[in-house]
Nanobody, 120 residues
């Protein structure tokens, strides 16, 4: 079994910053990709940023230049530094890992979700 535990999130004023972190644990052989998605009320879940095992980072256009994703395969952690936050960034943020388990099966695992509210 593999588990993801998120931390961070909360209430912040427009223009402020927050940092989300996520740690994976369990029967992991190799991490293929890690990243963050978000789901705003009444909307579908959307990609925020992802990091491939080759080191390529992909950001949604709406967060480019404001958000920074960092990952550590050895520590099995991924973080999202969010700066210059806007009210439209309000959403539940989910970390996501694509990985190979010790049984050599591919798994896609989600964190529990962290609420980020940007409001004055």
């Amino acid at each position: 079994q593999v588990q993801l535990v998120e931390s961070g999130g909360g209430l912040v004023q427009p223009g402020g910053s927050l940092r989300l972190s996520c740690a994976a644990s369990g029967s992991i052989f190799r991490i293929n990709a890690m990243g963050w998605y978000r789901q705003a009320p009444g909307k579908q879940r959307e990609l925020v940023a992802t990091l491939s095992s080759g080191g390529r980072t992909n950001y949604a256009d709406s967060v480019k230049g404001r958000f920074t994703l960092s990952g550590d395969n050895a520590k099995k952690t991924v973080s999202l530094q969010m700066n210059s936050l806007k009210p439209e960034d309000t959403a539940v943020y989910y970390c996501n890992f694509g990985l190979i388990g010790t049984d050599l099966r591919y798994l896609e695992v989600w964190g529990q979700g962290s609420l980020v509210t940007v409001s004055s």
